[in-house]
Nanobody, 124 residues
Framework: QVQLVESGGGLVQAGGSLRLSCAAS????????VGWFRQAPGKEREFVSG????????DYADSVKGRSAISRDNAKNTVYLQMNMVSRGYTAVYYC?????????????????WGQGTQVTVSS
């Protein structure tokens, strides 16, 4: 059974940093494009960042570009999302997802495996 487990969420002050992790079991991540999405209360799920399995290409939403870095450790079957200088708008549940589709996908419908999410709350 394939599982994705996110960790690293929590309470952080505005301007601070945190690193989210997405660990996979039951599936080798090295052949997946992995994306991070977030969903704030009352809002739709939105793309945050993604990393492809071919060439390690990355993509970021404009709202986090320049302040975030996605990376992967295939040996640990884990993908990380480092977020710096976070703001109140980062408050949301963060999900990681995986797909065998080629290239970084920004649409949630392109992903077939999802984690349970981890809450990130940014305080002022």
């Amino acid at each position: 059974q394939v599982q994705l487990v996110e960790s690293g969420g929590g309470l952080v002050q505005a301007g601070g940093s945190l690193r989210l992790s997405c660990a996979a079991s039951g599936r080798t991540f090295s052949s997946d494009t992995v994306g991070w999405f977030r969903q704030a209360p009352g809002k739709e799920r939105e793309f945050v960042s993604g990393i492809s399995w071919v060439g390690g290409r990355t993509d970021y939403a404009d709202s986090v570009k320049g302040r975030s870095a996605i990376s992967r450790d295939n040996a640990k079957n884990t993908v990380y999302l480092q977020m710096n200088m976070v703001s109140r708008g980062y408050t949301a549940v963060y999900y990681c997802a995986a797909t065998r589709a080629f290239g970084v996908q920004t649409m949630a419908t392109e992903y077939d495996i999802w984690g349970q999410g981890t809450q990130v709350t940014v305080s002022s």
